[in-house]
């Protein structure tokens, strides 16, 4: 009996994996169809002695930004001018680059495109760099040093990679005399470490009012990057173009009560009130968003990617691609990380706690600060209202300092256009690499871009290994030389494969050149 019941157990259980292995072999997939680059390429752009100094020029100017108001607009003014004195094609008065310097310091260019019927494009970078006052950094922070291969100063990828990158790609394509079909954009802010007021956003208010630019194709801009070492199971390098950006909310929790000596204690103190209300936020998290946002898609093409031992291969994929079963199970793997968790929720950090003036004085009220990092498929609202039910005490106020709602979901799929010209291009350049969505956990200021179009990429052609992700924003920034090289071509493609027909782009007339599905 209980043999024939293992063996109807077995035959079942045996049913469900093929059933769920045939939906596994229906997978998302990502085609992309533009031939490789290589450096011996005709139209390869290298990076000369010339080119490289250039960068290095550009790195030496401390164009930090302090805080709103206090940025070092001495070094802006300076960087400007010597980039309108560098790239003398893109400046000069005959050229088909048009400059129009925003607000004194951030730059917009223009290349009209010959048909009208296109929609214009926006790359974007930032020229101004966080400070790296505090930091023990072994190199000098802006002499742009050149060791063992890297290029050592901040602003090396966040953010001058691109606006030199861009530039280059420019000027080498105007000395191909570059007549665009798409009219482009071409737009550096001064502020975006500060949020971009000064910059994005009055760049945003030109394109709207002046240029009467109503919707963009698509916007690139700086976010995720090549990553090596990104999942275990995954030996190529992870191309990770940034499809969404976490929103934040800014939280206080506070509880007041009358003060009172603590020779003679009530049963409950301020501070244990709230210090209760913290803990509960900290046991219940938020709920899980897995298969609501761009997740989804990200687990289910690294499926399609994972080079893992049979079985453990087939069950990988069985369970990614059917989340619907399983996603309890993935959701309980994933939150136990901190970077995918990161990736599946609303994250709830606890920042600050502040109460108390005495040793022997009950306080009257105490604070707590929560930082939420908001997942695409939550509002502010939704993230404030789970808080309040999960702290469960009327007492406790809750109020919202401030906040962003998460950005909207650029497609990501097959069929788009916008999607596969700056993933293409950025397989096309990394040509190791696995094309992933991703979901950009810091902030950029492409916010102020999002009323044109929610196609917003967030990729910098920038290729390292995960140890290395702290220093953004962190201590010995540096590029390889030869990354610095990909990102000129990066740009350099991007700008050119935007240009190409919609059916060259998605298959078509290319598919010759088809390096096959990832
Ligand atoms: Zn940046």
């Known amino acids: ?21 045939l939906n596994s072999l229906n997978s ?3 085609r992309l169809t533009l031939r490789p680059c290589a450096k011996s390429d005709e139209d390869f752009i290298q990076l000369t002695e010339e080119r490289l100094a250039r960068f290095q020029r550009g790195l030496r100017f401390r164009t930090v930004s302090y805080d709103i108001g206090r940025q ?24 088909s680059v048009k400059l129009t310097v925003i607000n004194q310091y951030s730059l917009l260019y223009k290349v009209q495109g010959s048909d009208s019927s296109l929609l214009p494009a926006l790359l974007m970078s930032h020229l101004d760099v966080v400070p790296t006052d505090g930091q023990n950094w072994t190199k000098p922070h802006f002499d742009a040093v050149v060791e063992d291969g890297y290029i050592y100063a901040r602003g090396t990828i966040d953010d001058k990679v691109g606006v030199f990158g861009i530039l280059e790609a420019m000027e080498y394509l105007l000395a191909k005399d570059w007549k665009p079909k798409r009219t482009f954009y071409i737009a550096f802010g001064h502020d975006e470490e500060i949020h971009g007021f000064q910059g994005a956003a009055r760049i945003a208010e030109h394109l709207r009012t002046v240029e009467k630019v109503q919707k963009l194709e698509f916007v690139s801009d700086e976010g995720m990057v090549v990553l090596d070492g990104f999942v275990s199971g995954l030996s190529a390098p992870a191309i990770i173009i940034g499809v969404s950006e976490k929103g934040y909310v800014n939280l206080r929790l ?40 761009p997740e989804k898609a990200i ?10 031992p049979f079985p453990a291969n087939i069950a990988a994929r069985v369970v990614l691609n059917n989340l619907w079963l399983f996603k309890p199970l993935v959701s309980y793997a994933l939150s136990r990380n901190p970077p995918t968790n990161a990736l599946i929720r609303t994250t709830t950090a606890v920042t600050m706690f502040n109460a108390g003036i005495k040793h022997n004085v009950l306080a009257s009220s105490a604070q707590a600060v929560v930082n939420h990092r908001i997942h695409p498929s ?21 109020e919202i300092l401030d906040g962003i709602e998460a950005s909207p979901v650029a497609d990501c799929e097959e069929s788009s256009y916008a999607f596969q010209v700056v993933a293409g291009t950025a397989q096309q350049v990394f040509t190791d690499g696995r094309v992933l969505p991703g979901i ?79």
Request: contains cysteine; positive net charge; charged residues 20%.
């Open 72 to 95: 070092d607009t001495q070094q802006l003014a300076e960087m400007v001018s010597f980039i309108r004195s560098s790239f003398p094609r893109v400046h000069s008065a005959k050229s």
């Open 378 to 398: 939550q509002t502010i609202q939704q993230v404030v209202d789970h808080d309040r039910q999960v702290i469960a005490d009327p007492r406790i106020q809750i």
């Open 254 to 293: 506070s509880y007041n009560s009358t003060p009172g000596h603590s020779s003679m204690p009530p049963a409950e103190s301020v501070i244990g009130v709230l210090a209760r209300a913290v803990a509960r936020l900290e046991a219940s998290q938020q709920p899980s968003q897995l298969g609501n946002g």
């Open 299 to 308: 687990l289910e093409l690294l499926s399609t990617y994972l080079k893992l």
């Open 28 to 30: 998302r997939s990502i």
């Open 1 to 21: 009996m209980a043999r024939t019941a293992l063996v109807t157990i077995a035959c079942l259980a045996g049913l469900l994996s093929c059933l769920l292995l």
């Open 440 to 518: 950009f956990v810091a902030k950029t200021d492409t916010n102020h871009y999002l009323q044109f179009t929610r196609n917003v990429y967030r990729f910098t052609p920038n290729h390292i290994h995960m140890r290395d992700a702290n220093r953004y924003h962190g201590v010995d920034e540096r590029i390889g030389v030869t990354v610095f090289e990909k990102a000129i071509n990066f740009y350099y493609h991007l700008l050119r494969n935007a240009d190409l027909p919609r059916e060259q782009v998605l298959g078509g007339a290319a598919a010759a050149a088809c390096q096959g599905e990832l």
